[in-house]
């Protein structure tokens, strides 16, 4: 059995939760068995992965584990047919579309949530005291089952929560109290599991446990792909393999590898208190090569692809011109850059249109770009396209833009590759060389400023010839990077 | 059922619990079932009523009947049953302070205080708990049955913050809350239940909640409800949902002053009920007098009826009579509490008098001292007894568990209280001979003495009087005798019997209200 180790499934998510997702379903599809390993709760979750094309049995979540609900399947709860709500003494009374009350001789006693997403079926439930706090409040699972109580202290805050069983028993109780001045969670404590208790001062401890009950079941072997559960990974006992896999950039500074690992990377790398990763892999060879200069470990540190591509059509170029971004909107990508160089593209080519899709990496920065768009009045060529696994703007894309610094693998060129769209990016370490190779699939551009990449665009826009082999030239590196060719990696130091 | 409404069953028995014991061993004897009601939760409530002779049978807590706990047989929970969660663990005994230390072996924290009960082979009385950073999270409580039943939560600051009620098997029933008010004080805000069918309730106070249970044990009608408490529940039983019958029992004297029944403020305990009283099905007074001055003042359309709080067992009756010149000659007993409404100091005013012309006179006093004011009344007691050289005729006995024996060598009871609800004691006393003085005290004494047949009955607050009466029956050893006869002879009144019959014709009547037998 293989475990990849995550923290949570969201609607949206970063890359490293799809490469595990793509991960999983290739090792599932080509008989290497898998399942997703989970740390944080989340009572959607259920939802959520089917969101993603994930089943049930492909994810173990740790309080559902310990809930005993691992397995529990979906069934509808209307607010109003809750067995806990005596409409003999209450009066349901609905207010809008997210909440109704409960209300007694008219007064309001408490106040019911809607499920996100749905219509009339039960979310939470809060219960107030007399002086209209809220005292309690359960939360309800996506598969309609009460999951959660929480309470809470004097002055509003957390007091504890208990993660419930089927039969309404505890199966984890989390404290909330002093650590120096601030009230936090200090205690998790695992009620009569397998007939005794279990205290843990933090939820990794817990983690931990949790990992060593799934590997003792049935062993296996464990990949890491988050930094904070490093730890957990490297403490289960008597693993087939413990892996841990990086998927961005881990030096200090991504031009001069040299100078070593940043913090969060050097227990994936080098282990802790004695406790060592069997492998430590990297998407590309070359981010390999340099990290084992660095490493102390004995670990042997390899590489192996973060993902897979289906391979479509190559293109030829027509007169629409669409250029496309698709990846997380945020500083760390220079989105702006990509604005920038579109104004000069834009001032040349004035039909030319430019999509961006994908989540903003804040608040602040989605205003930034958007009032950037407006100064450079380009309102109505420039389109933000939500975040949709389902409606992919690379369809009619014509050239992939991309202004980051520095790419672990660059899963979003690759993608664009797939679908024969050449890409022109800034000459970013482990792409360049990579997945982008000069005059093959698309350029990477030295003179990393929004000018220089416009004009390398405005260049290739010029030459049909030049397009078309390009495409060709993503097509073949789609094909290098298929799920056969995937499975053969990563076979290497799985099987 | 016929339930009797109380806080609890506690070792410190007040004439109420006293008179619970005996009506329910009556209503046992007869066939009768019947329930004492605990509405108050206490870890040691099954122990101290069974070993008042109440069995889990005859007691229906109403915390119990939420957790699932009336009936779970009770094992001896040591802290070697106690699972911390921690694999090892190391363990020191405070004996001084009746508790352990449990620490974790691991990293030497402090895991918890198990506090044990020295007296019952060290059962786990309670359990501080400890989280890693050296807060004091949590202290569960423990039933005397063997089971973790409330868990008190901490607030960072170290005040109790939420409390939970468990079933045996762990699972939250019972919820309050202790949070601020908009004077920052921190005060209970509220309850939270969830019960057996799945449905949540909320109340803001315990006795909404304790309103809830009412209605929830009387779900199929029926039962009879007898209210020795009245403040536990006299608006409660005026709203029940489905039928029932509600008796009203005054276990005290209804106003405020006895001695002025008609006219001075109603006595706080029963002011509510009183002014519902057309809203029960029944009051309940231990005495005719207290029944008729009910009736003269408050009129009421509820059915009135006088049943004796006190019952003489047919083995008391059935005994051999104690002779009065078998008995120590003019030895005086009281058996009460040396508490002001007692009065005790007018009894060895009138004992003073006596002695003066019978010097053979002793007066032996039994029972607790009452605490209050630094034993005030009991320090009273002593200078008066200085004062008037009585020193050698005078003597506190305190406690005893074997009145009878004391009661077989006395010859007068003197009572002296400023109020009485019935007065077990004289009853007692009657019951094996002794010949009662009493003041005219409402309500109890003087219906309990006969003047001129088991005794006499003097002026309220005239212990020359009573000093009179006393020497009059110590000098004349033939009237002496006839009294006593009379004092066993009208302790037939108290039989089990007759009590037992005037119940019956209370339970008639439910039947009739109810129009049907009362569930069983």
Known sequence: MIYLVGENVFTFNSGTEFSQFERLNAFNNNDKRAVLLLRNYNRMLSNEIKKHGLRQKDVINMYDYFQGTVKTRRKEQSLRLLDSIPLTDYHIVGVDNNYSNIEYKGKKIGEIRVMPATVGLVGSIEYYDSLGQTAVKEYWDWRGFKSMVETYHPDGSVAMQQYLRQDGSPAIEVTHMYIGDKVLPTMWKLINYKGRDWQFRTEDQLFTFFLNEINNQEPGTFISDRRTLDSSVLNVENADKKISYLHSVPFKDYNRPQQGLMDVYERAVNGENGKEFDYVILPTQDQADEVAKLTTAQSQVVSAPDSYVKTGKAKELSQEINLVYVGRLAVEKHTDDVIKAFKHISNKLPEAKLKLQGYFGSGEYEKELKDLVKKLDLTDKVEFVAYDPAKQVLQDGTLFLNASRSEGFGMNMLEALASGIPVVTYAANYTRNNLVKDGVNGFNVVKTTPVGLANKVLELLGDSKEYASLSQGAIQTAKENSEANFMKQWNKFID | ?520
Do not use: C
């Not at chain 2, 409530?45 to 915390?63: C, E, I, K, R, Y």
């Not at chain 2, 009421?300 to 006088?306: I, L, Q």
């Open chain 2, 1 to 520: 059922m016929i339930y009797f409404i109380n806080f609890g069953m506690p070792d410190h028995k007040s004439g109420i619990e006293h008179a619970e014991i005996k009506r329910l061993n009556l209503f046992k004897n007869h066939n009768q079932p019947a329930k004492v009601i605990a509405r108050d939760w206490n870890r040691t409530l099954h122990q101290t009523a069974n070993a008042s002779g109440v069995d889990d049978d005859s007691l229906l807590g109403m915390f119990d009947y939420f957790q699932d706990a009336t009936k779970v047989s009770a094992k001896n929970l040591t802290v070697d049953d106690l699972d911390f969660g921690v694999v090892n663990t190391n363990r020191e005994d405070e004996t001084d302070k009746n508790r352990y230390l449990v620490t974790n072996a691991a990293n030497g924290k402090l895991v918890a205080r198990v506090n044990y009960d020295p007296v019952h082979d060290r059962q786990v009385v309670s359990t501080e708990l400890f989280d890693e950073y050296g807060n004091l999270y949590r202290v569960d409580h423990y039933d005397s049955r063997g089971f973790r039943s409330l868990v008190q939560w901490y607030t960072p600051d170290n005040k109790i913050g939420n409390e939970e009620w468990l079933t045996p098997d762990g699972r939250t029933v019972v919820r309050t809350f202790n949070k601020f008010d908009i004077h920052h004080k921190l005060v209970k805000t509220g309850w939270w239940l969830q019960e057996k069918n799945g449905e949540i309730h909320t109340f803001d106070t315990i006795d909404e909640l304790f309103e809830h249970f009412l209605n929830r044990i009387n779900e199929k009608g029926n039962n009879i409800f007898i209210l020795d408490r009245s403040l536990l529940a006299d608006g409660a039983l005026t709203r029940l949902k489905k039928p029932a019958y509600t008796v009203m029992h005054l276990h005290n004297s209804q106003a405020g002053d006895a001695q002025d029944p008609l006219h001075s403020i109603v006595n706080n305990n029963y002011e509510y009920a009183l002014a519902n009283l057309d809203r029960y099905s029944s009051v309940v007074s231990a005495t005719q007098r207290q029944t008729n001055d009910v009736i003269e003042r408050f009129k009421p359309k509820a059915k009135m009826f006088t049943i004796p709080v006190g019952i003489v067992d047919n083995e008391t009756l059935n005994e051999d009579h104690v002779a009065m010149d078998k008995r120590t000659f003019g030895k005086v007993i009281a058996v009460a509490r040396i508490a002001y409404e007692k009065r005790l100091d007018d009894l060895v005013r009138a004992v003073k008098i006596v002695h003066d012309q019978v010097p053979e006179v002793t007066l032996d006093l039994y029972g607790y001292a009452d605490s209050s004011n630094n034993y005030g009344e009991k320090r009273k007691i002593e200078k008066l007894i200085k004062e008037l050289n009585l020193e050698d005729v005078v003597t506190f006995k305190g406690y005893t568990n074997d009145i009878a024996k004391v009661e077989k060598d006395a010859q007068v009871f003197g009572l002296t209280s400023r109020m009485e609800g019935f007065n077990l004691a004289v009853m007692e006393a009657l019951s094996h001979g002794v010949i009662g003085v009493t003041y005219d005290v409402n309500y109890g004494p003087n219906d309990i003495v006969v003047d001129g047949k088991n005794g006499y009955i003097v002026d309220f607050g005239d212990y020359k009087a009573l000093a009179e009466k006393m020497l009059k029956i110590f000098k004349d050893k033939k009237l002496m005798q006839e009294l006593s006869d009379g004092s066993y002879e009208t302790s037939e009144r108290f039989s089990d019997e007759n009590v037992w019959n005037a119940w019956q014709d209370l339970i008639k009547d439910a039947e009739k209200t109810l129009g049907g037998a009362v569930r069983k």
